[in-house]
């Protein structure tokens, strides 16, 4: 009887061993490289441009907001501060509206010794983590300004890097593609964008009515024409 019950049934031993195999295959799959799948509640947003409303200047403002950017695991990167980017900790809350770029855009390959020769060059178009690699290191040397070199010029320096098209990104337009193209995460991250514009317009038209609409107006006359003029008319103002 002793002996008897030391055996292991076989059975159990299967189970065992597949109860072993399985958390390794299950770490595989979820690392796959090629995943572009947006998860919200774990703030992953591959290949993604992102945007958060800012405090306070989102109030009067609500087309305004703080950009960054999803690598191709879904991490958040932004330029946060002076010599400073940030990875996987969006600096002013959650992502509220995202653009996802097609795979065509974002090419993700795992590269050989001599295709990284290539892209050092100039000889070769980066891939969308590579881009992004680049555009941090140079960011992590610059100082930050929200009126010459900002969020929108990191992410506007990062798409100029992958050279997809003719178009050559400017904070004006990056902006333009968040507010056109930009879609909304749920419906909370809509509210949360507009309800605090809603409630300062009301007060302001409320107490102030046309001196508020005046100055409001002003408002948005002077940083369109500030960006506008930085971007088209004085060349290497606003840095990209």
């Keep these: 009887m002793i002996l008897t019950s030391k055996f292991v049934d076989p059975h159990q031993k299967d189970l065992a061993m597949e109860s072993d195999t399985e958390p ?4 595989i799959e979820h690392n796959v490289p090629n995943s572009m799948q947006i998860d919200p509640t774990r703030a992953r ?7 958060t409303p800012l405090p306070v200047i989102s109030w009067f403002l609500p ?3 703080h950009v960054g950017i999803g690598r191709e695991d879904g991490v958040i990167v932004d330029f946060a501060g ?3 980017v940030s990875v996987d900790n969006f600096t002013f809350g959650d992502v509220a509206r995202y653009i996802q770029l097609t795979k065509e855009k974002c090419p993700i390959t795992y590269r050989s010794e001599e295709e990284f020769k290539l892209v050092e060059s100039g000889r ?5 983590d590579e881009s992004l690699k680049k555009t941090t290191q140079e960011y992590q040397q610059q100082i930050y300004s929200i009126l010459t070199c900002n969020c929108h010029s990191f992410v506007a320096n990062h798409l100029n890097r992958l050279e997809t098209g003719p178009t050559c990104w400017n904070v004006v337009n990056v902006a333009t593609m968040i507010l056109l193209k930009g879609q909304w995460v ?8 507009y309800l605090s514009f809603m409630m300062v317009f009301f007060l302001g038209v409320t107490f102030g ?14 940083v369109f024409g500030w960006y506008l003029c930085g971007t088209y008319y004085f060349k290497n103002f606003i840095r990209l």
């Design 82 to 84: 002076p010599n400073f």
């Design 63 to 65: 087309f305004v907001g």
């Design 209 to 222: 009515g046309a001196n508020f609409l005046t100055f409001l107006a002003f408002v948005v006359f002077l």
């Design 186 to 193: 749920n419906t909370q991250s809509m509210i949360r964008s």
């Design 24 to 27: 390794k295959h299950m770490m």
């Design 45 to 51: 947003f591959p290949c993604c441009i992102v945007w």
């Design 124 to 128: 070769n178009q980066y891939t969308w």
